[in-house]
């Protein structure tokens, strides 16, 4: 997908969304998978991470509503990322199966490791 499809599609109004538009603008890594997946396993597969994140003292960035949304749509999901240039926010994007509409949108920063150059 193009970086301006890939915008065009991220015309949500709440915080989540528009810091994805801002990233993905201000020149991001970013990518959208190929194949959808069933939404069930998403959303089973990110409840649990959302879990693991509180455990941890981290509160994702519409993480909760990301997984509510996709478990409503009740159909196959294409997944995409926009990781920002500095690497200290990552963006996880849902998308209808044929990649044409939004589903979700959730963020969270990234670990200060993954900023650590390399030895």
Same mark, same amino acid.
């Given at each position: 997908?193009?970086? /301006? ?6 015309a949500g109004d709440d915080e989540a969304w528009v810091l994805a538009?801002?990233? $993905? ?30 455990? /941890?003292?981290? #509160?994702?960035?519409?993480? #909760? ?7 409503? /749509?009740g159909q196959p999901v294409r997944t995409g990322l926009i990781d ?8 996880? $994007? ?6 044409? *509409?939004?589903? *979700?949108? *959730? ?11 390399? $030895?």
């Amino acid at each position: 997908m193009e970086r /301006h499809e890939l915008g065009s599609l991220l015309a949500g109004d709440d915080e989540a969304w528009v810091l994805a538009l801002a990233t $993905l603008r201000s020149g991001a890594i970013y990518w959208v998978g190929d194949r959808a997946q069933p939404a069930g396993q998403h959303a089973g597969v990110f409840k649990g991470r959302l879990q693991r994140m509180r455990k /941890h003292g981290l #509160e994702p960035l519409g993480l #909760e509503r990301a997984v509510q949304l996709v478990r409503e /749509h009740g159909q196959p999901v294409r997944t995409g990322l926009i990781d920002a240039d500095d690497r200290t926010w990552t963006t996880l $994007l849902f998308l209808t199966e044929d990649g044409s *509409a939004p589903v *979700a949108c *959730a963020g969270w920063p990234l670990p200060l490791v993954a900023m650590k150059p390399p $030895l």
